[in-house]
């Protein structure tokens, strides 16, 4: 069905360019030519938009999600595609291919995911020029997909990133009567500032661009109450703030899940793996617990390390030297004596300053605390959530509006959280309730000492255990309700 419409659609467009060829040849000889070439334009325009438009019986049943950017690195939209699934929708998932999506978005007989490449501009010339080409290329790419497909009832795109994609959706979504629904992360604009300063040329057209396009789109999605007072201040956006929230997969892990998780990592983690192993011994262990032939049960080992845990998308809204900092003075307060457990920190993560980081790493020489930077797949991801001890969270907002996701996760896992300090950030995390607010390493090292002192019989009896508690008790809204309350009645508002 889309191919064929496809066809004719191709078929259209070319018509409708020679007959604009053709007016302008024929526009040299007389009016009547002229008036010929604009009635047959007119009619092979309309004869378009009624194809680009033509509907079915399913066409209020399909829904497009659009990320540009990195699918398996998108947890939000991948919530969004299970959701629109989960209530009947058909879903058509666009975006860059790279890490594998969550196995519940990969095997979901509703959800159709269209991998569209990463392109570059020219590799010649100024850098303006190659980043012009390349929104360009993308735009001409992003174009043709969304046309190719069947006309959906509403897209469904994050911003960030949103250059070339608004402005792509927004014509699409005219061209084929389809709603258009942004859903806010953060302001794209601020993202670019990092680099290149607030006052650059092309920061200041991208936030022109934002708040132009952005004004243009049929609802609006954000992930904070401060983020909507700004867009409504500022621009003149109305927003739904669609707090992120945990699915039902971020839970506490039991005993038994934690011992395999942590027999699968210890054959690749060397930071897992017990040290010392006793020969003739059958007992299954890792750095953190056992489980006895005898009867297969599983502990947590009373000598263990505890289990510190950030995830990243190493950019550079996050300084990972703050936590380095932290981990350098916490070695020196074990090595003083201190009534502190060995350290076991995993970083988990992709992005362009791992590498970076990863260097910074190898110069360290802990003997006390033991670090990793592994990338877990996203079945493993909450199981390890649930797992740790304390998370850490560095993440800074560019823009100051947005939260962080990692905290969400962490939070619906029963995992206190240490948070370095932002603008908003009191929405999600509340200080010596569920967690820790701190401004810099000094802060957030001795945050780790206070909450670590005496482990594991802090996690019944100090502040560690309590912040659990606190977050047991709180319980929360997951996110299928949140997106029920929110988000569904856009979908079926006439």
């Known amino acids: 069905m889309a191919d064929a419409g496809e066809s004719m659609t191709l078929v259209t467009i070319s018509l409708i360019g020679f007959a604009l060829l053709a007016g302008f040849y024929l526009t040299t000889l007389n009016a009547l030519w002229t008036l010929v070439s604009v009635t047959v334009t007119a009619v092979l325009v309309s004869q378009l938009l009624r194809k680009l438009r033509r509907r079915d019986a399913l066409t209020e049943r399909r829904v497009c999600v659009l990320v540009l950017g990195d699918i398996g690195r998108s947890p939000r939209m991948q919530y969004h595609a299970l959701s629109l699934s989960k209530h009947g929708y058909s879903v058509t998932f666009v975006g860059f291919p790279g890490t594998k999506p969550h196995q519940d978005v990969i095997g979901d007989e509703r959800i159709t995911i269209i991998p569209i490449t990463e392109l570059k501009g020219l590799q010649v010339g100024p850098r303006m020029v190659s980043y012009v080409t390349k929104v360009i290329l993308q735009s001409l790419q992003l174009l043709l997909v969304l046309l190719k497909t069947d006309v959906q009832s509403h897209i469904l795109m994050q911003n960030p990133p949103g250059l070339p994609s608004i402005v792509v959706t927004w014509l699409v979504c005219g061209l084929r009567g389809s709603r258009f629904i942004i859903d806010w992360h953060n302001y794209g604009y601020t993202i670019m500032a990092l680099s290149h300063g607030p006052d650059h040329p092309i920061v200041r057209l991208a936030q022109w661009y934002e708040q132009l396009f952005g004004r243009l789109s049929s609802h609006n999605l954000c992930v904070t ?8 201040n500022n621009w003149n956006i109305r927003a739904t703030t669609l707090y992120d929230k ?66 990243t998308s190493w950019t550079e809204d996050e300084d990972f030297s703050i936590l380095l900092k932290a981990l350098e003075d916490y070695e020196g307060f074990v090595e003083a004596g201190a009534s502190l457990p060995s350290l076991v920190c995993v970083i988990t993560g992709k992005g362009p300053q791992k590498d970076h980081y990863r260097k910074l790493i190898d110069t360290l020489s802990f003997e006390h605390v033991k670090i990793c930077t592994p990338w877990l797949e996203a079945e493993d991801y909450p199981v390890l959530l649930g797992s740790a001890d304390l998370g850490v969270c560095l993440h800074k907002s560019s823009s100051g509006l947005d939260l962080p996701m990692k905290v969400v996760d962490m939070f619906g896992c029963c995992l206190p ?26 802060e957030l ?50």
């Not at 953190?288 to 947590?300: M, N």
């Not at 997951?478 to 988000?487: A, F, G, I, L, P």
Request: glycine letters at 6%; one cysteine or more; hydrophobic letters at 35%.
């Open 225 to 232: 109450n401060a983020m909507k007072k700004d867009l409504q």
């Open 246 to 311: 945990p699915p039902a997969i971020f839970k506490e892990t039991s005993v038994d899940l934690k011992h395999q998780l942590f027999m699968r990592l210890a054959k690749t983690i060397p930071q897992f793996r017990v040290c010392g192993e006793r020969p003739g011994d059958e007992t299954e262990r890792t750095a953190f617990s056992c489980r006895d032939p005898s009867d297969l049960s599983v502990t947590l080992t009373s000598g263990r390390p505890a289990l510190l845990i950030s995830s």
């Open 417 to 442: 959280v240490c948070a370095i300090h932002f603008y908003c950030l009191h929405e999600l995390v509340k200080h010596e309730e569920n967690g820790l607010i701190f401004k810099d390493s000094e």
């Open 445 to 494: 090292s001795g945050q780790l000492t206070s909450l670590l002192w005496d482990f594991p019989d802090c996690e019944d009896e100090g502040k560690l255990g309590q912040f659990r508690r606190n977050l047991r008790a709180s319980g929360g809204q997951r996110w299928d309700q949140n997106w029920d309350q929110n988000v569904l009645p856009l979908l079926t508002a006439p």
